[in-house]
């Protein structure tokens, strides 16, 4: 294992049969997968925005209110975490995001989904990570899997170069992810992704094979209705407590 909890050793009798099944590409397709719940089991837009809190670097004050929007209307919310930011430089923001990733991310990996990564990188298919986590946190994955591109939630930046608490160009949530993606593609078609849930659902239907990994029973209707195949949740699988907090 890596410092990330990460293997050097491809497990290629992880990936399924409908992954292997993929003709090798040119590097024109994309391979897209989600990121929170669907590479790792938890959200790093939280726990590295509550490590960021409890360390003192962003104020920490109106965490309820975050969690109340996103357990109400979670695009919505995806941009509110954008607001702990503000006044905070680009360059220091990757320093703590680097550190964190370093010493304190310790991410559940999602092994299958991982492998399928490796698989596909490895066979021609350009990644992208599509996520509604803001972009700057997770850049380092391009150092960590054969990922070339993150299209997530963007920063916009104030007229001193400062973090200014909103987004920049298209919120990349639910319908965003889908729209955002449509944008970047120039005609490039999407071979594949991969995600876990409603906020990845219209994403998914811009591909020719989709996979829907972990979803809660609502989002597993959701793929059955469409055909895509499904990793079901391990027995011990216990889903984000915040969308079960009171008012």
Avoid at 21 to 27: K, R, S, V
Avoid at 162 to 183: D, H, N
Avoid at 216 to 242: C, M, S, T, Y
Wanted: a negative charge; aromatic letters at 10%.
């Amino acid at each position: 294992m890596d410092r990330y909890g990460l293997s050097r050793d491809r497990r290629p009798e992880l990936v399924p049969g409908f992954v292997q099944a993929l003709p090798p590409a040119d590097g024109s397709p994309l391979a897209v997968f989600d990121a929170d719940g669907t590479l790792w089991t938890d959200d790093v837009a939280d726990d590295f925005t509550q490590w960021m809190i409890h360390e003192g670097h962003v104020p920490g004050e109106r965490w309820p209110e975050y969690m109340r929007i996103y357990r109400d209307d979670p695009p919505t919310g995806c941009e509110f975490l954008l607001t702990f930011y503000t006044g905070m430089t680009p360059t220091a923001l990757a320093d703590h995001v680097q550190h964190w990733w370093d010493h304190h991310a310790h991410r559940r990996w999602i092994h299958e989904v991982v492998e399928s990564l490796h698989w596909v990188a490895a066979r021609g298919y350009s990644v992208w990570v599509v996520s509604g986590t803001p972009t700057d946190f997770l850049l380092p994955l391009t150092r960590m899997l054969p990922v070339s591109e993150v299209v997530a939630m963007d920063f916009a930046l104030d007229a001193q170069g400062r973090i200014s608490g909103a987004v920049s160009g298209i919120p990349c949530a639910g319908e965003g992810k889908a729209t955002k993606l449509r944008s970047l593609l120039h005609g490039r078609a999407v071979a594949l992704c991969v995600g876990n849930g409603s906020l990845d659902g219209p994403m998914m239907e811009l591909t020719t094979q989709a996979w829907a990994v972990y979803p809660n029973p609502a989002f597993a209707a959701v793929a059955q209705q469409h055909g895509w195949p499904i990793l079901p949740r391990p027995p011990d699988f216990v889903e984000e407590e915040k969308f079960l907090l009171p008012d």
